[in-house]
């Protein structure tokens, strides 16, 4: 079982990026994928997470209105669509799937590598 999460970068405080987490190695149609991100000297927080089943959503409170995640079965991903980024936002974001919607990161049965989010002001 692998995610793989793709399309961090560097962009300036009010821009936007594209986050990819590509899935593979079982089916995860009965599962729920999730964004978690990580800043330095913090602990891993919950960003949102859709039911691979339905597409139902959840955001956390910092990224409604701005973050929309989203999955496309034919290609077997998951994106969180940022915009309008604040430095705030930097951080090591992960992807992760569980069977069931929970914001705890120790709910989640598989993770990705991480991919790096920096938001310069």
């Known amino acids: 079982v692998q995610l793989q999460a793709s399309g961090g970068g560097l962009v300036q405080a009010g821009g936007s990026l594209r986050l990819s987490c590509a899935a593979s190695g079982r089916t995860f149609s009965s599962y729920v994928m999730a964004w978690f991100r990580q800043a330095p000297g913090k602990e891993r927080e919950f960003v949102a997470a859709?039911?691979?089943?339905?597409?139902?959503?959840w955001y956390a409170d910092s990224a409604k209105g701005r973050f929309t995640i989203s999955r496309d079965n034919a290609e077997n991903t998951v994106s969180l669509q940022m915009n309008s980024l604040k430095p705030e936002d930097t951080a090591i974001y992960y992807c992760?799937?569980?069977?069931?919607?929970?914001?705890?990161?120790?709910?989640?049965?598989?993770w990705g590598q991480g991919t790096q989010v920096t938001v310069s002001s």
């Open positions: 859709i039911r691979w089943s339905g597409g139902r959503t």
């Open positions: 992760a799937a569980a069977l069931a919607y929970t914001v705890v990161p120790g709910g989640y049965n598989y």
